[in-house]
Structure formats: C-alpha cells, structure tokens
C-alpha cells in the first residue's frame, strides 16, 4: 500500500503548505508554515478539502523551511 503525498501552497501566505495525504479510507490534511507543522493534522474527505480551496492552490515539490 502506497501512500500519495500532495503539497500545495497556500495562495494568501506563502510561508504556508498544505500536505495532503492520500489514505485508503480517506484523506489526512496537515499544515506547515515555514517548514513546521501547526497543529496534528486531521483525517478528513476530499469533499471537505476542495470546499476550502487547498485543490485551486499551485502544487509544490515538498515543505521548504
């Protein structure tokens, strides 16, 4: 089983990356502002995701500090 890892960043702060995460039973949101991470993350649907935007945001190679 492969886990997919998405980064996309954040197009009001820049400093700001979303990882998305692609689970079997769904998907796990975590963010990042200046290489750390805020917060523990959250398993959430894609539904929920693309309502807030992180989709529409430029995908990024990885989580620069």
Same mark, same amino acid.
């Given at each position: 089983?492969?886990v ?11 400093? #700001? ?6 689970? $079997?039973g ?6 990042? =502002?200046? +290489? ?9 649907? #894609? ?6 935007? $992180? ?7 990885? =989580?620069? +500090?």
């Open positions: 089983m492969a997919r890892r998405t980064y996309y960043r954040d197009r009001w702060n820049e400093k #700001k990356v979303w990882e998305v995460v692609k689970l $079997v769904g998907y796990y949101l975590r963010q990042y =502002i200046s +290489g750390q991470q805020v917060g523990r993350g959250m398993k959430t649907s #894609k539904k929920f995701i693309k309502s807030i935007g $992180v989709f529409e945001f430029e995908e990024v190679g990885g =989580i620069a +500090g």
